[in-house]
Structures are given as C-alpha cells and as structure tokens.
C-alpha cells in the first residue's frame, strides 16, 4: 500500500482496492514474522536439494540444524510457498472443484522439436523481507524460457499473464501443467483451447511429469537467487529478468550439445521450418 498521507488516495480507498478491512490495515502483529520467514527459506533451500522429501523429512532436517519445528508449522509453511513432495502418492492433489480436468497426454512421447510440448509451473523465491512466487513457461525440447512473472500471490492472474506473453512468440502442439488451480482456471484454459492447443495435465507429487522446470528452478535458485539478496520485489524483477537472459541466450547445456537454449530454440533448421509454416 501507499504510505499514509498520500493525498491521491485515501487509506479508506486503498483498503477497497485491495479487498482489505480497514481495520486490518491498522492492525498492528504482536507476533514476530522474521523466524517464519527464516523456516521458509531453510525448507526452500533443503527441498531445491532434495524436492522428494516430505513433511516429516524436511522437518527433521531443519530440527538437525537446531530449529525446533513440528510436523504442522512445516505442513503449513510448506502449503503457503507451495511445495509438495515430488513422489508417487496414492491421493494426488485435486483441481479446483469447478475447473475442467484435463488427461495427461505425455506418457511414451518422444520430444524431439521446439514447440512440441511447453510446460509450466510455479516455485517460491525469498526475498530479505518476505517473498514472491516465480511462474515460468518453458520449451522441452530446447529448454529455452518464453516467458516468466514474478507475484506477491499464487493467483491465476499473473499466470495467465504469463501464458499471453509467451503465446506472442510462438505457440506449442502440447501444453502440460499440474492440475493447480491456477493452471485449471477458465481464463487459463480457454486461452490455450482458443489457440487450438492440446492440454495435458499431471498430478502434483509425480516424478518424471515436470522434470525439466524442476531443473530450471534448481538451476535459477543456485546460480541466481541464492547468491542475491533481494531486498524488493523490483530489485527480484531486476535481476531475475538478467538471469534469465543470461540462461536462454548465453548459458550452454551439456544436454543440448553445449547449445543454448536460443540457439536450440531458434535457430536448428527443423524449427525454422516449423516458424516459417506457421
């Protein structure tokens, strides 16, 4: 918000604009956020190690470190950054109730051209006070990023946002998400039917169905965001929006013949073609 004595827009009108009760504004926590915060970027950095532990494994390590946390504060911090385990599970995490579920349609696919398959997918990113969440959209084949959006919250909006920029480039066969409610909304969804695209979804906890935007996020989290101390949310734009640079035009990829993703992306005379047809 707006420090208070702004003369453009009253608290009163602010507080309407964002949807908060008034009296929150004024309200004051007695209770100290920062060791919350500090829990939150522990369970960060140990899940990008190890994103196939759990609630009581991320819970002991952090008790292992001197931190003494119980099984719900780490349930519940994990929830709001989004995390889950990446592992089979018998009960996959569920869509919005009213948004379309859509079939997984990757298994036994060869990847073998850019704009094949594009996926998607969202990962906490701290800041000195506080924290946003980073969506991303990137190619499979090439793995080159076409669009990425930083929020202070996991609404569809910015992921949507997200997709509108990337369907500016180009657009893919085969879009595949997880089945999270931001990635289920209408105005996600329709967006993808009414560029013809083919939806395939998996469920959160799968190991295999996301891979390549896991590595990304470990990648963007061990060469960018761990060695940075963001102290806004602009400075975090700033210097996620070089990174990213950095990592489609000038970042080699053993996996691509020690190519970059742009040069994969853009310039193999398979996808020039593909482009040149479209």
């Known amino acids: 918000m707006i420090e208070p004595g702004n ?13 908060l009760c008034r009296t929150s504004y004024y309200y004051e926590s007695v209770r100290d956020d920062s060791y919350n915060q500090l829990i939150m970027n522990l369970i960060d950095e140990q899940f990008t190690k190890t994103p196939f532990y759990g609630v009581p494994r991320i819970t ?3 008790r292992n470190k001197g931190h003494e946390v119980n099984h719900k504060r780490i349930r519940r911090l994990m929830r709001k950054m989004g995390l889950e385990a990446i592992y089979p599970k ?5 869509a919005h109730p009213d948004h379309k579920k859509y079939p997984y349609l990757l298994r036994d696919v060869v990847i073998d051209h850019s704009d094949q398959v594009w996926s998607v997918d969202l990962t906490y990113i701290r800041l000195q006070h506080g924290f946003v969440y980073l969506c991303a959209i990137m190619d499979w084949y090439s793995r080159y990023v ?13 992921c949507t946002r997200t997709l509108e920029k990337a369907l500016k480039i180009s657009k893919p066969e085969i879009f595949n998400s997880d089945q999270g409610s931001q990635f289920t909304s209408a105005d996600f969804t329709g967006l993808l039917e009414k560029e013809g695209i083919r939806i395939s979804m998996d469920g959160r906890g799968r190991v295999f169905d996301n891979i390549f935007v896991e590595r990304l996020w470990r990648t963007v989290k061990y060469e960018e965001v761990y060695l ?16 990213f640079l950095f990592y489609d035009t000038e ?15 853009f310039k193999e005379p398979f996808n020039q073609q593909l482009k040149q047809a479209a």
């Not at 018998?90 to 569920?94: A, E, H, I």
């Not at 076409?146 to 910015?158: E, G, P």
């Not at 940075?228 to 602009?234: I, K």
């Not at 080699?252 to 993703?261: A, E, F, Q, R, V």
């Open 7 to 19: 003369d453009k827009i009253t608290v009163s009108r602010q507080c309407d604009l964002l949807g």
């Open 60 to 62: 002991e390590c952090l």
């Open 90 to 94: 018998k009960k996959l995490s569920k």
């Open 146 to 158: 076409l669009a990425w959006d930083i929020s202070i919250t996991m609404d569809a909006a910015f």
């Open 228 to 243: 940075h101390n963001y102290l806004t949310v602009s400075e975090a734009r700033s210097s996620l929006n070089k990174y």
């Open 251 to 265: 970042r080699i990829h053993k996996s691509l013949g020690y190519k970059t993703p742009y040069e994969v992306y």
